[in-house]
Structures are given as structure tokens and as C-alpha cells.
């Protein structure tokens, strides 16, 4: 059994841009380059900051799990951005 809940996949993420925006959903294109380093999203996503996770870590955790032998996905939580 596998138990899924809240991947908010944000198809909008840019790796390199501003985590750190001020508004709810961070690291999208409209927030444009981070201001410095720190301030980056990384390229499969962040710890912290208020971004969701891009298209190609879910791809990712999704291409892993196939070679699993998964009989029952129970997908809970939330699936909207924020």
C-alpha cells in the first residue's frame, strides 16, 4: 500500500527563481530571478519558502515507484497550490 497526500505539483516552478517572494505561492515564473543564492529555488524544490514542487520531482517519485510492487494507492489531503 502507498499513502499519497499533498503533492501540490506546481506546473508554473522555475528552479533559480525567488523562494522567497512575499506571497503565498513562491518559485513560479511570474516571481522572476532570485535576488541571490540563498533566495533560489532548487531544482527539485525546497524545504522551505512557500513554493510547491515541480512537475519533475513528482515525475520522478512516480518513476520510482513503478518499479514497486504497489497493489492499493490511497491519495489523501489537498491538491491546489499554496
Request: hydrophobic share 35%; aromatic share 8%; proline share 5%.
Amino acid at each position: 500500500m502507498l499513502h499519497m497526500t499533498d503533492m501540490h505539483i506546481d506546473l508554473g516552478y522555475v528552479a533559480g527563481n525567488n523562494r522567497l517572494c512575499g506571497t503565498p505561492l513562491c518559485c513560479r515564473f511570474t516571481d522572476g530571478p532570485a535576488p541571490n543564492a540563498s533566495a533560489a529555488a532548487g531544482y527539485w524544490g525546497n524545504t522551505d519558502g512557500n513554493c510547491d514542487i515541480p512537475y519533475r520531482t513528482a515525475e520522478q517519485a512516480m518513476s520510482f515507484l513503478e518499479s514497486k510492487n504497489i497493489d492499493l494507492v490511497v491519495w489523501t489531503g489537498d491538491n491546489i497550490g499554496h
